[in-house]
Every structure is written in C-alpha cells, then in structure tokens.
C-alpha cells in the first residue's frame, strides 16, 4: 500500500458524460500527479500539482481538467467523453515540487469504461 | 520529443535463468526509474537511480545507469515465477513528469 488513495476503483459511463476522479496523496505529500494508462498510448503524463499550483502540464486534453485544493487532495475532471478515453487513470504524489528527485508513489488507479 | 524505449517488449523465460531488459532515453536526464506492475495494479516502485553509474539491488533484481550512453538495464538473476510482471523504466524530466518506456512483459516459466 502506497498511501495514496483513489476514488472511485472502476467507474463506467457514457459518451459525452462528464465524470471526477479524486486523488488523496501520501500524508506529507506536497505535489500530485496524473497518469493516464492506456492499451494504444502506454503510460502517460497529464498533469502536476504542487501545493496548489499547476506545475507542470503534458498531453492531456482540453476536455480533461484538474485542480488540487487546500487540503491537498485532487481531482481530475473529464468531460464529452469518448470511446477513446476508457483507460485506468493514476495519481501519484511526491513530497517534492520538482527541482530535487523525489519519488513518486502510485495510488491503485481508477479505471475508467466509456461505452 | 521525448521518447523512452524498452526492449525486449516482451520476455519468457525459465526459472533459474538470467535476463537483462534494455531502457534507451533520449534526453540528457539523470534521474531514472524503475517500476514493476502486476496486472491490473498499480506500479510499485523498484529502483530510483539519480547519477551516472548508480547501481542498485534488491534481491533477484539489479538495476543500473549509464547516462553518457542514456541507458538503462534491470537485470534478473535466477529468475522464480513471482518475477512475473511487466516492467517499466520511466525517466524524469522538467517538472518531475516521468515519461514512461512502453513495458517489458516478463513471463518466468517452471
């Protein structure tokens, strides 16, 4: 157990439905991250939290948004879903904000079918 | 553009056996990791290698970097079914983001 939780484990929508996933980091854990996991384009990096603040940004899509609030915990906002978007979504957390190496622990991911 | 790659992408082996799989990376990072994920879990994290010649073990496993060559290697040792997994080595860039190699599927057979 990595100590980052993520809500919900499996979630199942529709086509152009909006859907939130949320992340809670290890305690202590100052920046989150967002991975996408997918069969066609592998592991990739969306986006970074760093006590608040957007940090750093990757492929992720105009459709998708996140934030990270006060109490550090984060979400993960995807609307107009397509087909394409089915995939297990992962949050990592770290208690660095980038400049030294710190390790990123993985939550247990939340997988996500749109039908 | 960013890009990390893993060979072999896919690995059988025997029990008993040694094996290394490969991670090309193709900036100028320092900073390399190593996952191992069973199907359908998350990633657990094996090796954080943070300077050139850096050489980490635990147990059957050892990692190393070279980054003058941007070069990576997991090697296993007398391979035992519970190795079985998929790979990943991921390299750190600007942000902390980790780009990911596409997975190495390990299969250790009886």
């Known amino acids: 157990d990595s100590g980052v939780t993520q809500t919900p484990k499996h979630l199942i929508t529709a086509t152009g439905q909006r859907v939130t996933l949320r992340c809670s980091p290890r305690?202590?854990?100052?920046?989150v991250y967002w991975y996408q996991q997918s069969l066609d384009q592998g592991l990739q990096f969306l986006i970074q939290y760093y006590n608040g603040e957007e940090r750093a940004k990757g492929n992720i899509l105009e459709r998708f948004s996140a934030q990270q609030f006060p109490d550090l915990h984060s979400e993960l906002n995807l609307s107009s879903l397509e087909l394409g978007d089915s995939a297990l979504y992962f949050c990592?957390?770290?208690?660095?904000?980038?400049?030294?190496?710190?390790?990123?622990?993985f939550g247990p991911g939340t997988r996500l079918t749109v039908t | 553009e960013l890009k990390v790659e893993q060979n072999p992408l896919f690995l059988s082996m025997q029990e008993g056996k040694n094996y290394t799989i490969y991670c090309n990376y193709s900036?100028?990072?320092?900073?390399l990791y190593w996952y191992r994920q069973d199907p359908g879990k998350s990633l657990e994290s094996l090796f954080v290698l943070l300077s050139n010649g850096a050489v980490k073990q635990e147990g059957r496993l050892m990692a190393s970097l070279d980054t003058k060559a941007r070069l990576s290697t997991l090697h296993i040792t007398a391979a035992v079914h519970d190795l079985s997994a998929t790979y990943f080595c991921a390299e750190e860039t600007s942000g902390s983001r980790l780009t990911f190699g596409e997975g190495t599927q390990l299969t250790v057979n009886p």
């Open positions: 990592a957390s770290s208690s660095g904000g980038g400049q030294t190496p710190y390790e990123q622990y």
């Open positions: 900036t100028t990072s320092d900073r």
């Open positions: 305690s202590g854990d100052l920046s």
